[in-house]
């Protein structure tokens, strides 16, 4: 089955989402007022409160490895969808939330997929993030960055949305357990 090429939808990604950019942080229903820029040393709780959900504090905590810790997949691989090469981390409510064999995923399950060069450096950031109850599109954030070059973000983005919706268990694609 043909398949369009990963650089190509990465490209595509990136020029569909120009247009849409939302740097107004206003509006999630989570009120994640804590300060996560210093929270990699002390932040042990997961959940909304820990993983950020607007650009300029997601970036910092992803740099900060504010996901070290989730549950990783054994090894990188590559994707098969238009990621490149990956290694997807889980937090605890969305291991849980498979654990107890959900079909919509809890309010805080997130997951933060590395973008790795050949050799495993890391180059970039595709991250969702449950931020409402029920199943809607909007229900999930989404962020897409290399380095801190953000391309996507937001909630109920179209783009990762459609491919997310299609298959995955409340968008979830990454097969549970992790391999
Ligand atoms: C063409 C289909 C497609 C599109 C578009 C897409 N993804 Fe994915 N994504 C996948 C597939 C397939 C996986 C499963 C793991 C893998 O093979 O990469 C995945 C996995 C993920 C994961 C790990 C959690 C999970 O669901 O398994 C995250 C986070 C993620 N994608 C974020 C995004 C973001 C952010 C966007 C939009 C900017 C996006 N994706 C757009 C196909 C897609």
Redesign the pocket.
């Known amino acids: 089955m043909a398949r ?1 090429s990963p650089t190509l ?1 990465l490209i595509w ?1 990136c020029a569909s ?1 120009t247009s849409g950019d939302a740097d107004d942080t206003s509006s999630g229903g989570t009120s994640d007022g804590a300060d996560t820029s210093g929270a990699a040393d002390d932040a042990t709780t997961e959940g909304v409160a820990a993983v950020p959900t607007d650009a300029a504090a997601m970036t910092a905590w992803l740099a900060d490895d504010g996901y070290a810790g989730w549950s990783a997949e054994t090894a990188a ?7 490149g090469r ?1 290694l ?1 981390f ?1 937090n605890d409510d969305l291991v849980a939330s498979f654990d107890g064999g959900n079909t919509t995923h809890p309010v805080g399950s997130a ?3 590395e973008l790795l060069a050949d050799d495993d450096n890391v180059t970039g950031w ?3 993030v449950k931020t409402a109850a029920g199943d809607d599109a909007a229900s999930w954030y ?3 960055a290399m380095g801190d070059s953000v ?2 973000e937001g909630n109920g ?1 179209g ?2 949305d ?3 919706a299609a298959t ?1 268990i409340d ?4 097969p549970y357990p992790l391999q």
């Not at 691989?77 to 990621?83: D, K």
């Not at 968008?171 to 990454?174: A, E, I, K, N, S």
């Open positions: 369009t939808l990604l989402c691989h590559a994707s098969t969808g238009p990621h990956v997807t889980f997951s933060v997929k595709a991250v969702m989404w962020y897409l391309s996507a983005l783009t990762c459609g491919c997310h995955g968008r979830v694609l990454t």
